[in-house]
T-cell receptor, first 114, second 109 residues
């Protein structure tokens, strides 16, 4: 089944404790990205990757890191999480990054930072 | 950048009713998608519809790209249709989706 998977689905952590949210897709997509969803602010893009070893900032990249060492994986790294990073996170992928391609979303990761 | 506006923000209906959700966008688009966010927070792809009309069961969507709007129709609503419906679009050479603020649909039995 073609899908985007994320792990963990739920995470409660404490301020400053490094964490990684994994994202994997099995559709051989070139483009992957991360969004966060917050009440009143909607969904906003954090980082994106046009293909392997190519990443770039989205609208709200502060406090996050990403890497794209393999086509299928695009982990989101929070080196020192803070309470304002409490949010619902989505990973997405599409065939290409040039615009005009359907994006497929993972199931979401609900992160709480205390 | 592109802006996406959805209306109405809230919609409350009885089971069996039909509904129309609207999405306006500020510029020409190369991607437009409709999603349903269920109570568990998952974003369910409904339609990829940068132009034209598509139907899937009780749901259908139409995008009139020249007039910069898209409509999502839900017929014979069921309680399981409740949730938030998002429209998202991208334009130019960008793949980033810009989301509207959503329409919260409540279907009462």
């Amino acid at each position: 089944e073609a899908q985007v998977t994320q792990n963990p689905r739920y995470l409660i952590t404490v301020t400053g404790k490094k964490l990684t949210v994994t994202c994997s897709q099995n559709m051989n997509h070139e483009y992957m990205s991360w969004y966060r969803q917050d009440p009143g602010l909607g969904l906003r893009q954090i980082y994106y990757s046009m293909n392997v070893e190519v990443t770039d900032k989205g609208d709200v990249p502060e406090g996050y890191k990403v890497s794209r060492k393999e086509k299928r994986n695009f982990p989101l790294i929070l080196e020192s999480p803070s309470p304002n990073q409490t949010s619902l996170y989505f990973c997405a992928s599409s065939l290409w990054g040039g615009g005009g391609y359907e994006q497929y979303f993972g199931p979401g990761t609900r992160l709480t930072v205390t | 950048g592109i802006q996406v506006e959805q209306s109405p923000p809230d919609l409350i209906l009885q089971e069996g009713a039909n509904s129309t959700l609207r999405c306006n966008f500020s510029d020409s688009v190369n991607n437009l998608q409709w999603f349903h966010q269920n109570p568990w927070g998952q974003l369910i792809n409904l339609f990829y519809i940068p132009s034209g009309t598509k139907q899937n069961g009780r749901l259908s969507a139409t995008t009139v790209a020249t007039e910069r709007y898209s409509l999502l129709y839900i017929s014979s609503s069921q309680t399981t249709d409740s949730g938030v419906y998002f429209c998202a679009a991208s334009g130019g050479g960008a793949q980033k989706l810009v989301f509207g603020q959503g329409t919260r649909l409540t279907i009462n039995p």
